[in-house]
Nanobody, 112 residues
Framework: QVQLVESGGGLVQPGGSLRLSCAAS????????MGWYRQAPGKRRELVAT???????NYTYSVKGRFTISRDNAKNTVYLQMNSLKPEDTAVYYC??????WGQGTQVTVSS
């Protein structure tokens, strides 16, 4: 059974930081491209960042320089370090495996 389990979301003030984690099980992890997406209320789900098996990364323009995606293949886990958070970063964040699997999502709310 494939599972992608996100954690680390929560409420943070503008300018704050959060670190999201996504633990994968039941599926090949080390050779897969992993990604983080987000969906704000009333908006389409959008790509935030991806990381390949060779650790090449890609970011959507709005998070460049603030977010960092990384992976630990020994733990089958992908991370998203989010710094200098803004209210417009508020969304449900989803982990994605290139084989088409999604996590359940974790809520990130940036508000004072």
């Amino acid at each position: 059974q494939v599972q992608l389990v996100e954690s680390g979301g929560g409420l943070v003030q503008p300018g704050g930081s959060l670190r999201l984690s996504c633990a994968a099980s039941g599926i090949i992890f080390s050779i897969a491209t992993m990604g983080w997406y987000r969906q704000a209320p009333g908006k389409r789900r959008e790509l935030v960042a991806t990381i390949t098996s060779g650790d090449s990364t890609n970011y959507t323009y709005s998070v460049k320089g603030r977010f960092t995606i990384s992976r630990d293949n020994a733990k089958n886990t992908v991370y998203l370090q989010m710094n200098s958070l803004k209210p417009e970063d508020t969304a449900v964040y989803y982990c994605h495996h290139e084989y088409g699997f999604w996590g359940q999502g974790t809520q990130v709310t940036v508000s004072s």
